[in-house]
């Protein structure tokens, strides 16, 4: 049985731990489907403090603040993601963006595009506080889907 890597599509024997054409790793962190951005990468960048992982990724976090920049002050001004990857450079990713309140109940729940997740660099997104209907108290963010792009 071959494998076909995720990244470059080469063939690849089936127990090949790495790509024989790219070098990518051939094993998903959870011994899952091999996807970008669910492949750790042989040497993950740490993540700056304050970063939290995002679900359904490996080496991708995140932290949010005030759209004004620094903590939020009022609850009801819009809500930056600011994303750290680690791993892999990814272009064409799309993530799930989660906001509860307090008490824990969901106010939004919206899937946003992001063009390009270089390695070692942080990219914001915004979410505007038009569509926040109530101050957000917790953010979370998951991997939809991403693909690989070609820089290493």
């Known amino acids: 049985m071959e ?3 995720p990244r470059c599509l080469a063939t690849n024997r089936s127990v090949a731990r790495f790509c024989a054409h790219c070098g990518l790793v051939l094993e998903s962190a959870d011994g899952g489907p091999l996807a970008p951005g669910r492949i750790r990468h042989p ?4 993540a700056p403090e304050g970063f939290a992982p995002c679900a359904d990724a490996v080496d991708l976090y995140f932290r ?4 004004w920049g620094g903590a939020r002050l009022l609850g009801t001004e ?5 994303l750290f990857n680690g791993g892999y450079p990814l272009g064409d990713v799309v993530l799930n963006v989660r906001g509860e309140d307090p008490t824990g109940r969901e106010l939004f729940a ?4 992001v063009g390009e997740l270089p390695r070692g660099k942080e990219v914001t997104l915004e979410i505007p506080s038009y569509e926040l209907p109530d101050p957000v108290h917790a953010v979370s963010i998951a991997l939809v889907s991403a693909e690989f792009t070609l820089d290493t």
Not at 110 to 113: C, F, G, K, L, V
């Open 3 to 5: 494998l076909t890597c």
């Open 43 to 46: 040497e993950p960048l740490p």
């Open 64 to 67: 949010c603040e005030s759209a």
């Open 78 to 82: 819009g809500v930056s993601v600011i």
């Open 110 to 113: 919206t899937e946003h595009p």
